[in-house]
């Protein structure tokens, strides 16, 4: 277990619907990453988010948003889904604003998104 | 660009074969070095990392990689592969310091099976 929970770990909805998932890092961590993972095109880095700020982007839709609570926990909005949205969605925590050295990130075991 | 090529999509073992997975990246100055391993239906688990001294880094589950500046490589490897190690496995570097981005980029995986 990484400490990293997301929730739900699976959703099945209709296209032109919005959902959200949510995460919880490891007690103590500041920073949330969110990456998406399809088949043709790997783990994908969405957006990171720093003790509630945004931090980086990557290759995040603008029909996709994201925020940071107070109390860490981050969302990932998701909306006007299409088909092409149907991936595993991973959240990933870690107590710095970056990767490496003697910091890794932990990823919780993912929500795996269908859009029908 | 920062990059990270796995050249195997998916490799084939005998049990108690040994393993080498490859993994080359493309780098500004030198990165932070990860691989992870994914289980079916499992998040990400951190496997081993590399960001400075000792070239061979040693990780969990008798997995072991070699760090080599001159190839940009980063290749894992085990002298005995057990059923247990079926699963797709992923390379990732992560920012250099002083760098403003946080997050790691991941390699598109390699998928291993184990042959009985």
């Known amino acids: 277990d990484s400490g990293v929970t997301q929730t739900p770990k699976h959703l099945i909805t209709a296209t032109g619907q919005r959902v959200t998932l949510r995460c919880s890092p490891r007690?103590?961590?500041?920073?949330v990453y969110w990456y998406q993972q399809s088949l043709d095109q790997g783990l994908q880095f969405l957006i990171h988010?720093?003790?509630?700020?945004?931090?980086a982007k990557g290759n995040i839709l603008e029909r996709f948003s994201a925020q940071q609570f107070p109390d860490l926990h981050s969302e990932l909005n998701l909306s006007s889904l299409e088909l092409g949205d149907s991936a595993l969605y991973f959240c990933?925590?870690?107590?710095?604003?970056?990767?490496?050295?003697?910091?890794?990130?932990?990823f919780g075991q993912g929500t795996r998104l269908t859009v029908v | 660009a920062q990059s990270v090529t796995q050249p195997d999509i998916h490799i084939t073992v005998s049990e108690g074969a040994s393993l080498e997975l490859r993994c080359n990246y493309s780098?500004?100055?030198?990165?932070?070095l990860f691989w992870y391993v994914q289980s079916p239906g499992q998040g990400l688990q951190l496997l081993l990392k590399?960001?400075?001294?000792?070239?061979l880094v040693q990780g969990i589950k008798g997995f072991e990689a070699e760090f080599k500046r001159s190839q940009s490589s980063f290749n894992l490897r085990k002298p005995s592969v057990h059923w247990s190690d079926a699963a797709e496995y992923f390379c990732?570097?992560?920012?250099?310091?002083?760098?403003?981005?946080?997050?790691?980029?991941f390699g598109k995986g390699t998928k291993l099976s184990v042959k009985p």
């Open positions: 990933a925590s870690s107590p710095t604003p970056r990767v490496g050295g003697d910091t890794e990130a932990f």
């Open positions: 007690s103590g961590d500041l920073s």
């Open positions: 988010y720093y003790n509630g700020e945004e931090r």
């Open positions: 780098y500004g100055a030198t990165p932070y």
């Open positions: 590399y960001f400075s001294g000792d070239t």
């Open positions: 990732a570097v992560g920012p250099y310091y002083g760098g403003s981005q946080g997050n790691l980029i």
